[in-house]
């Protein structure tokens, strides 16, 4: 996992931000998480949100591994409409700025230095995401001001083809007391690969001290992408 911490970023919008020839030597250096709201003492009105499109540009080394090796971004917060290009390929798009999404950059990836650029919209009068500016609605302000940017951390996960799917381990506990407990695992797994896969996982339990308390593996097989 690498953060992706340091990045350059600039209000306004044109297409040709998302290509690694432009200059952006002019942009302003920040480090994310980065809000370009900072409310400029506006909480005591109905309305000081602000809103528009802001770009940010980030580089990334990349060797090619092959069919074997993928990388992903992780984006825990970009608001509120999040557009992800990688040297100048759009690779992912997210509407929901306060939910985490994941983009994967293999396909634009090349050998050597790459660039991830991302576009963060934040309209007025958003309507269709579960989280909105409630000033842009009157008064009173029943949501506040939302985030502009990439407002939570962001980072970098190289992995095989074969991969658990973000937000895919679930643990239930069907039947609990003193005495003992049942405990199902259900595990979300993916296959970016062009062919199909065996895939062995194994699972284990430890106890708060660091002790193995159960063990177990199983054997699957998935199909190609």
């Not at 591994?65 to 993928?70: K, N, P």
């Not at 995401?129 to 029943?142: A, E, I, M």
Request: glycine share 10%.
């Amino acid at each position: 996992i690498v953060k992706l911490a340091e990045w350059l970023t600039c209000l306004g919008d044109q297409e040709e931000w998302a290509s690694p020839d432009f200059l952006d030597s002019q942009w302003k250096a920040v480090s994310v998480p980065h809000n370009w709201e900072d409310y400029q003492g506006y909480p005591a009105v109905s309305h000081g949100n602000l809103h528009g499109t802001a770009w940010y540009r980030t580089w990334t080394d990349w060797e090619e591994g092959g069919d074997r090796e993928r990388l992903y971004a992780f984006f825990e917060g970009v608001g509120s409409y999040a557009q992800v290009f990688c040297n100048g390929l759009l690779v992912g798009e997210h509407a929901g700025g306060r939910t985490t999404f994941t983009v994967d950059l293999t396909p634009a990836l090349c050998n050597g230095r790459n660039l991830i650029a991302v576009r963060a919209h934040h309209p007025e009068k958003i309507d269709d995401l579960p989280f909105v500016c409630g000033g842009c609605w009157g008064s009173p302000n029943t949501e506040g001001s939302q985030p502009f940017g990439i407002f939570r951390p962001a980072w970098l996960e190289r992995t095989g083809p074969v991969r658990v799917e973000p937000f895919g381990l679930h643990l239930l506990h069907p039947s609990l007391n003193h005495q003992q407990a049942t405990i199902e695992a259900r595990i979300e797994l993916q296959n970016a690969a062009h062919v199909s896969m065996g895939a062995k996982l194994h699972t284990q339990i430890t106890a708060p001290d660091g002790s193995l308390v159960l063990s177990a593996s199983s054997e699957t097989y998935l199909a190609a992408k």
